[in-house]
């Protein structure tokens, strides 16, 4: 059976493979006679497939031995909250916004810290990220936020920015929900990393946290003990049942992603190959387009989101219609700023954007 290519934000696409192999284990998990769904999350079956999640996702982050990965639940918006609960100490916190997400957290730290908006590219109308160098970084800050990508606006760090060499001791968390597996991170300039699961590593309900080990322990007293990240560690992620299904959905997403080759290369170098050909092949349709248009400023293009608008917007429902019948769903823009968006995560296949790019390029055919 082949689908339609999904360019959803997310939930996204997960790959086929992953999905017919759950299919096939539904009723009955390697012999054990029970879904994954019905298993006790202490139980030796699900332990062991946590542990295999757990082991497969360090190895393919390259993720170091001083850093706790803890499998939550929440999702992205949740962590809005639980990361200033546990690292803010109702101090001050950084927070770099660029674009809808980081926003969303700067907003939402008020109610726990006192957050200090170290940078905006909001006058940009979102278009570019400010220079780390040109950053307000205050003195005491506890920690340093900004969104890696920007789902939304299809903003992407192409680099982390080295906090420690323009003179902050804070540790760098990093929102990375929606680019998370599709490139290497550079650990060494991280202090924390969070991401909601549904954009590039499986379905909702799984919130993955990278924490280094000295961050922990520095809860307010107020913090839920299911967020108290410190609790979450020292339980492996077992102080509350976590989303099992999900964690064994994304276990073998983790597989699959190990499994691919690009170039000689596997796991997420290949992928990063993969989706810089993807993305290049889409961004340069677009940019050569009478139609169409992508607003971001090159350096700042995301690998992951492309938003773009038809520069006539009365086209809109044509183009969306039109490209339903040909296969490809879910390419209607985020509500806040309209046009169109092609999701391109780790699932989408090469094959995907050039079926879209022939779309793109009959549709403005019949507008000319
Ligand atoms: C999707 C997303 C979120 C929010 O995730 P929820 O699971 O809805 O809480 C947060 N940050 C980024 C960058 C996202 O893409």
Known sequence: MTRPFNFSAGPAAIPDAVLIQAAGEMLDWHGSGMSVMEMSHRGKEFMSIYEEAEADLRDLLAIPANFKI????????????????????????????????????????????????????????????????????????????????????????????????????????????????????????????FGGAQKNLGPAGLTLVVV????????????????????????????????????????????????????????????????????TLLYNYLDQSQLYENRVEKPFRSRMNVPFYLKDESRNEAFLAGAKTRGLLQLKGHKSVGGMRASIYNAMPLEGIKALVSYLQDFEATQA
């Open 212 to 279: 280094r080990e000295d961050l922990l322990g520095k809860a307010m007293k107020h913090c839920p003990s299911a967020f108290n990240y410190k609790m979450v560690a020292d339980n492996g992620s077992m102080y509350n049942t976590p989303p099992t299904y999900s964690i064994y959905m994304a276990g073998m997403v983790f597989k699959w992603l190990k499994a691919q080759k690009e170039n000689g290369v596997t796991g997420v170098a290949a992928m990063e190959m993969r989706n810089i050909a993807k993305a």
């Open 70 to 193: 803890l499998f939550m639940q929440g999702g992205g918006i949740a962590e809005n909250a639980i990361v200033p609960l546990n690292l803010s100490q109702e101090g001050t916190v950084d927070f770099v916004v660029t674009g809808s997400w980081s926003q969303k957290s700067f907003k939402e730290a008020a109610q726990f810290c006192k957050p200090h908006l170290a940078a905006s590219a909001q006058t940009a109308k979102f278009s570019n990220i400010p220079l780390p160098s040109q950053w307000q970084l205050s003195s005491d800050a506890n920690y340093v936020h900004v969104c890696t990508n920007e789902t939304i606006d299809g903003v992407e760090f192409h680099e982390l920015p080295d906090i420690k060499a323009l003179g902050s001791q804070a540790p760098l968390v990093i929102d990375f929900s929606s680019h998370v597996a599709s490139r290497s991170f550079d650990w060494s300039k991280v202090g924390l990393a």
